[in-house]
């Protein structure tokens, strides 16, 4: 496995890097909004669009921070993780996040929970990001210009009950392929591009290109658009060629503005301004599994028209509790009580 060379300093080599639990955090607002949007109104264009692009930024957005953080466990400093073990390790932790999934979906509400398929694409790439740098560069082109014409195949071949079905074949399936929100094959490019970026050291460069990439797929969008395929244009199906630009697009400016400005001295004010949202980039497991259940806990007490006629209070409240609290937690207490429960299971091996 190549790793950064032994003479360059890295960002996390004195701990954790501020700007990657930066974007992880904003990864983080991201999903909640997403999730709480369904009792806002929203009917104004503008809201609209404002909403579909925070949707939409947040799954791919999470995954590619996944890809970094694995990165940064391979090549930091102190107690780096390699070979066989971070591969068990990481094996266990993407199983582990499938179990706290099914767990959150017992409480039956309307969230779409990502952890199934983000921890069954761990899974995937655990072996996979001990590859050499050029060549998870082509692995992450190749499954994102593939992934589309996967999703469609699959979508083709097996039977559309199956897309809602509780059967245990039939859930990881949705895991994997068919699930109308997220899938394996979708998310796979994106975390492999997080660890291509890691391992290149997150600098200033690597945020430009992020930027010009994302840039360069958002012509793409335009593109497609201009020719008639697209929002407004075309139905959009999560995971095809439209969807899988658009991710893209947004993932690719999102992650390179914010390393941009972390790395920025004269935008210290701003990265100081943000810290609640850092820290609660510090505890993302925990702050997912918290606002989950504050959304069933509005959604199963009392009127539940409540929260629909009252949506500020609550999808505000909901946002603003989960940040406050991981930011009172993580400043108080420390890392996380999900993530604390995860390495006592995981941090034995080897």
Known sequence: MATAPSHHALPWDGGRDAAVDLVRGVAIVCMVIAHVKVWAPTEATPVKFSLLLVNNVASPLFALIMG?????????????????????????????????GVGLEQLDTFVAIVLMSLGATLVVAAPLVLLPVPV??????????????????????????????????????????LSPHYRVVSLLPFVLIGVVLARLGLGRRVAVGSLAVGLVAGLGVVSLWLGGRGIG?????????????????????????????????????????????????????????????????????????????SWPLYAGGILLVTVLACWAWARFVGKGPVERAMALVTDPIG
């Not at 073990?85 to 199983?95: D, E, I, N, P, S």
């Not at 097996?158 to 859930?171: E, I």
């Open 68 to 100: 970094v953080s694995a990165g940064i466990v391979l090549t930091r400093r102190q107690h780096p993780v390699t070979g066989p073990t971070y591969v068990a390790r990481t094996v266990l932790r993407g199983l582990l996040l499938v179990v706290i």
């Open 136 to 177: 998870l560069a082509v692995g992450a082109a190749l499954t994102f210009a593939v992934g589309p014409v996967v999703n469609a195949a699959a979508r083709g071949a097996f039977d559309p009950t199956r897309v809602h079905s509780d059967a245990l074949v039939d859930q990881m399936l949705q895991w994997f392929v």
């Open 233 to 309: 244009r075309s139905e959009v199906i999560s995971g095809d060629l439209t969807d899988a630009l658009l991710d893209l697009a947004l993932t690719g400016c999102a992650f390179g503005a914010v390393i941009a400005i972390a790395r920025w001295p004269r935008a210290a004010p701003v990265v100081t301004v943000l810290e609640p949202v850092r820290a609660l980039g510090t505890m993302a497991l925990t702050a997912y599994v918290l606002h989950v259940c504050l959304i069933a806990l509005a959604m199963h007490t009392g009127d539940p028209r409540t929260p629909f006629d």
